[in-house]
């Protein structure tokens, strides 16, 4: 049972280049989200999936974009990729209970360079 | 707007000392309460809180939340070095969890 899996951990990006980060769960659950960190902010929303075939857009969505692509993965897109990007993003997931009382557990991060 | 206020940003404490970290929110139709901690990597559960006034402990830890002044505080005792983290409180309002900036502790021998 791994949990919340994602891949790569590192990437280096230039300027308008695209790439996909990965996220997969193996808990079960239905809801599954993409967060970035930076310093001094605090985790942000970007897109969240309540459940399978759904996707809504978070606090921060400019410049991505997600494919719920079933019930267990949840990839985040960078079309075109800015410094502004520069971030580390963590994916979670939780059972997705309609009272919201729910705990997210997370993945261990991607750590994102756009040069 | 929804939103969370953590509170000091950053703590220096010595090994033994007793902490205190500070969450205050306002979010509209709140549902849940939840304390995590994040070291090098993941943010990871510590404690969820719906009902005021009902602590919970795990070890040296817990925490309390007071819906009528909406703040929770997560305490911890005899602390030491491995306590060193950032805490994170997060509310369930309708969305999904909107995060505080996080306390960053130190505990230092």
């Known amino acids: 049972n791994a949990g919340v899996t994602q891949t790569p951990k590192f990437q280096v990006l230039k300027t308008g280049q695209s790439m996909t980060l990965q996220c997969a769960q193996d808990m079960n659950h239905n809801s599954m989200y993409w967060y970035r960190q930076d310093p001094g902010m605090g985790l942000r929303l970007i897109y969240y999936s309540a459940s399978e075939g759904t996707t809504d857009k978070g606090e921060v969505p400019n410049g991505y974009n997600v494919s719920r692509l079933n019930k267990r993965e949840f990839s985040l897109r960078l079309e075109s990729a800015a410094p502004s990007q520069t971030s580390v993003y963590f994916c979670?997931?939780?059972?997705?209970?309609?009272?919201?009382?729910?705990?997210?557990?997370f993945g261990p991060g991607t750590r994102l360079t756009v040069l | 707007e929804d939103k969370v206020v953590q509170s000091p940003l950053s703590l220096v404490v010595h090994e033994g000392d007793t902490v205190t970290l500070n969450c205050s929110y306002e979010v509209t139709n709140f549902r849940s309460l939840l304390w995590y901690k994040q070291e090098k990597k993941a943010p990871t559960f510590l404690f969820m809180l719906?009902?005021?006034?009902i602590e919970k402990k795990s070890g040296r830890l817990s925490s309390i939340l007071d819906k009528k002044e909406l703040f929770s505080i997560l305490n911890i005792t005899a602390t030491q070095t491995g306590d060193s983290a950032v805490y994170l409180c997060?509310?369930?309002?309708?969305?999904?969890?909107?995060f505080g900036k996080g306390t960053r502790l130190s505990v230092i021998a």
């Open positions: 979670a997931s939780s059972i997705g209970l309609a009272g919201g009382t729910d705990t997210q557990y």
């Open positions: 719906t009902s005021s006034g």
């Open positions: 997060a509310v369930f309002p309708n969305t999904p969890l909107v």
